[in-house]
């Protein structure tokens, strides 16, 4: 039993790392209607500028601030240059627009910044929390923040009139445009919202992955999982789902005989494929109807 | 005695059919002249570049497959590196461990992939979208994982994957090197595969394909059973794509779990985009593209060379949006425009011809926008 949950508590911790990744993606997903593939390295470049502001004897707190700001508008300027001019095209060239800019930032923070490890500090300490050693502080602090964010987040789309107008826009730019909404704002909105959770979630998991160019790339691959689980339309669900994954994993690679530790990875794959052939749309995604 | 009016009608009926019958000799000229050009090349250039041409024919091929099923049947897929893994390590295994001959290992590398895609396929059959690429991903994630497992490590060798013997040149054929026979051999399965690629999106069966993509429903109205051909498609476009997955084992000589991770299959998709959907030569142009434009990237700068290589492919696909096929329409579009200034004469004809291919160009764009 400590075993069991010990292992649930691991991946829980693990989870939460997943699930801010989930939720990032699902922002920009119901933003402008496309999966960011870049997020992560999106993410990744502002853990990078946050260090290097430490490097220069910034404190932690206003560091966190600035570089969630300059995320922000970091994320405007990008949707701004690349995805306005595309934003009729193909989804497939949106797509390769997204590969281009991960080629891009990934390389740009090797060239900046170098590809050696780098340690990351973190704001809660490392101490083990309650002094047992089911979780450490790093890990609640991280906890905490993932869910402080996911409430202010439902609260500014369903409490503000912005964030209704940018659900609109998301939802049917035509008619949101008719209804007198700037679509185009809206979007670019969405790219600075998701750019700045991918910050805040960079500078929580960097303490405990260490910071290298190629820091989130697994984490991304865990977020989408993550996200497609709880279902692409709905914030909550890819928290959940991002929290799930990472205990499915857990749990394979500890209870499963034989193949779970090798394996782990593929069969929380599997049970997540398992899963949506139950719900084709996620556990908790919308199934959208269109007409005939 | 005809009436000038009457041979007017004549004329305009006349000439949409012999405008026809031009361009598709044209259209042959232009196939047999690359195939002599690409009969050439390796007795023009020797070892390092000649194994380069090999591997951009296998990419084009493993594109091809992957075109099959996103460009022709709309089923979106991000793990197409999965199959070609597969097919690379039937034609190892059976080399090495068995001691087959390399070109009997090409057929079975092919079925297995099939099967592999038709099981794939099967529970796709209710997913799309971001659904479904995420079961496609979810199988290449997983097989650099099964590789590595140590239970197939017998067949597999573990991480450190298999080497594999360079086919020999045949008797009959002591003239030209290994690297300049494994390149005609590429050649000539690339080129058999494309024409039955042809034959089947010319086919009643590839119209039944384009339709699930253009509209599933309306096809099912139609009469068309659209989860046997979409899961068929899925089988066909794995095996395509194992069997370029076979030829790259010959021609790389190593297989190991690492050579067949994600970006394998993001490098097909980029391919795959630039090249045009719902294009067979478009294929070729993906990988070439795809062999080619990091090697030039790197060149620019070694520090920057994935700076480099994306700003490249934003620029590529800022100008031609919908790949190079698409570009190539657009420029014969204006051509033809170009030539109708020239002859009024024939006004009607060319402009009857250029729209009908812009509305559906348009309608795939709407279409690809729905999924």
């Known amino acids: 039993m400590q075993l069991f949950l010990q292992q649930v508590l691991a991946g829980l911790a693990n989870g939460a790392i997943y699930a801010g990744m989930a939720l990032a993606l699902v922002m920009i997903f119901l933003a402008i209607d496309h999966l960011n593939f870049a997020q992560g390295e999106m993410a990744t470049f502002s853990t990078f500028i946050a260090w290097q502001l430490l490097a220069w004897g910034c404190p932690y707190w206003i560091t966190f601030v600035l570089v969630v700001a300059i995320s922000f508008v970091g994320g405007i300027a990008i949707e701004r240059v690349l995805f306005k001019p595309l934003h009729n095209a193909d989804i497939l060239a949106n797509l390769v627009a997204f590969i281009a800019l991960f080629s891009i930032l990934n390389s740009a923070d090797g060239y900046i910044w170098d590809y050696t490890i780098k340690t990351f500090p973190t704001p809660f300490g490392s101490k083990p929390l309650f002094g047992s050693v089911l979780i450490d502080a790093h890990e609640a602090g991280m906890l905490v923040v993932t869910a402080v964010l996911l409430g202010l987040l439902y609260l500014f789309f369903s409490g503000t009139r912005l964030g209704l107008a940018m659900r609109a826009a998301a939802h049917n730019p035509v008619s949101a445009r008719l209804v007198g909404i700037r679509v185009g704002w809206m979007t670019a909105l969405g790219w600075g919202i998701a750019a700045a959770i991918g910050a805040v979630s960079g500078m929580l998991i960097a303490p405990v992955v260490f910071l290298d160019p190629n820091m989130m790339f697994g984490v991304l691959l865990y977020g989408f999982a993550g996200a497609v689980l709880g279902g692409m339309t709905s914030p909550g669900g890819a928290v959940l789902g991002g929290f799930a994954v990472g205990v499915i994993e857990n749990m394979a690679g500890t209870f499963v005989p034989y193949v779970g530790r090798d394996l782990k990875l593929t069969i929380a794959l599997l049970v997540i494929v398992a899963v949506l052939m139950v719900r084709p749309a996620g556990i908790f995604g919308r199934t959208t109807v269109s007409r005939v | ?371």
């Open chain 2, 1 to 371: 005695m005809t009436t000038p009016q009457q041979e007017t009608v004549a004329l305009g009926v006349a000439a949409p059919a012999a405008r026809q019958a031009m361009r598709l000799q044209t259209r042959h000229w232009v196939l047999a002249g690359a195939i002599a050009v690409a009969l050439v090349l390796p007795f023009v250039f020797q070892g390092f570049v000649v194994f380069q041409l090999t591997e951009v024919l296998i990419y084009g091929l493993a594109i091809l497959g992957l075109n099959l099923m996103t460009g022709f049947n709309g089923q979106f897929s991000v793990g197409h590196g999965a199959f070609f893994g597969v097919g690379a390590y039937v034609t190892a295994i059976m080399m090495q461990r068995w001691n087959v001959p390399y070109y009997w290992t090409l057929p079975p590398a092919g079925i297995v992939c099939f099967v592999v895609g038709i099981l794939f396929g099967l529970p796709a059959l209710r997913l799309r979208g971001l659904y479904l690429a995420l079961v496609t991903f979810a199988a290449a994630v997983a097989l650099p994982q099964l590789l590595k497992f140590h239970g197939l490590e017998g067949w597999t060798g573990g991480v450190q994957g298999i080497v594999v013997n360079q086919p020999d040149v045949p008797a009959f054929l002591p003239i030209i090197d290994a690297d300049q026979w494994l390149y005609l051999f590429t050649l000539a399965i690339t080129l058999l595969m494309f024409w039955g690629a042809s034959n089947l999106t010319g086919s009643r069966t590839g119209r039944a394909i384009m339709a699930i993509r253009d509209h599933e429903i309306a096809a099912a109205a139609m009469g068309i059973n659209a989860p046997l051909y979409k899961t068929l498609t899925f089988g066909v476009s794995a095996l395509y794509t194992g069997v370029a997955g076979a030829l790259s084992a010959l021609a790389v000589q190593f297989v190991a779990p690492d050579s067949f991770s994600l970006f394998v299959s993001i490098n097909f998709l980029v391919g795959l985009i630039l090249g045009g959907m719902g294009s067979l030569p478009g294929c070729l142009f993906g990988g070439l593209f795809v062999l080619y434009v990091p090697n030039i990237a790197e060149s620019l700068s070694r520090g920057l060379a994935g700076v480099a290589y994306g700003v490249i492919m934003l620029l590529v696909i800022f100008v031609m949006p919908s790949g190079a096929a698409g570009f190539a329409r657009y420029v014969g579009g204006l051509l033809a425009r170009h030539r109708e200034v020239e002859l009024p004469a024939h006004r009607a004809t060319p402009n009857a011809v250029a729209r009908p291919a812009q509305r559906v160009e348009h309608q795939r764009a709407e279409s690809a926008e729905n999924d």
